[in-house]
């Protein structure tokens, strides 16, 4: 199974035609409560993908917290390990203007609370066949996490999201590191994917670079990088797509399949989920992917 130690949050979204400036009120069209984190995100595409995961994390004891406990279920996603922390859950206030603009604020709440692991969560992790992590929880537990499965030969994909500087106590128990373009330029200072590729080498044995609509770069130790180009599709929300990509690239790793091919399923998952409103709602199920 699958393993993932991650964040989870409840967006709250409001749409309004123009953001209000400092002291302003402006009246928006719709509200929308949609559940999220990078963590809970990559969780719910890995389960509907087919795998067994097992979500480690925290949510608030707030009427948030319920719901997104129920969301991650509804998707089949164990959360006997997701703890219910004192406090509130993590949230993530966004505003959507017209021209599809947005202005975020995160508060961590329950997620800020993961600071160290208990016993049954590393036991999980190193039963896992694959561990997915980002960096939305504290470090110190994403790095307990990343030793934990490196102790039993556990496969680690971590998505360096926000993106910050990487300890190398976590570069070292990397497997696969999947940076969007951005991040890779931010990690390594190099704006070229190619380039960028070979400075992440340097410190994990293979590297995924997403690149939008124009597809996913893989460079692994002696080959050259590989350019997959995504399905051309019509984007309507490509919010989820890194999520749904690595998600689901991890369910095909986890099953042995070779990278070319599992990139290429993970590519069409991901394109599902563009050409769909939502980010966590439009993740794709094993029968679609399979589909395409
Ligand atoms: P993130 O959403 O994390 O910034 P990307 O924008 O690179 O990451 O998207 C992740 C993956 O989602 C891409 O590698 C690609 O497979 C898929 N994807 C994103 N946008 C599109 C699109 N417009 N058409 C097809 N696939 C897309």
Known sequence: GIAVLGSTNMDLVAYVARAPGRGETVTGREFRTIPGGKGANQAVAAARAGAEVVMIGAVGDDAYGVTLRAGLEHSGVRTDLLRTAQGPSGTAHIVVDD??????????????????LGPGETAAIAAADLLLLQLELPLPAVVEGAQAARAQGVRTILTPSPVQLLPDELLDCVGVLVPNEHEAAALTGVGDPRAAAAVLLRHVPEVVITLGARGCLYAGRGGEP?????????????????????????????????????????????????QRPGASTSMPYRGEIDAV
Do not use: K, Q, Y
């Not at 021209?99 to 160290?116: F, L």
């Not at 997959?228 to 019509?234: Q, S």
């Open 226 to 274: 590989v350019l997959f180009p995504a399905p051309e599709v019509t984007a309507v929300d490509t919010t989820g797509a890194g999520d749904t990509f690595v998600g689901t690239l991890a369910v095909a790793l986890g099953e042995g399949r070779p990278v070319p091919e599992a990139l290429a399923w993970a590519s069409s998952a991901a394109a599902l989920c563009v």
């Open 99 to 116: 021209e599809g603009g947005n202005a975020i604020v995160v508060i961590p709440g329950a997620n800020a609370t993961m600071t160290t």
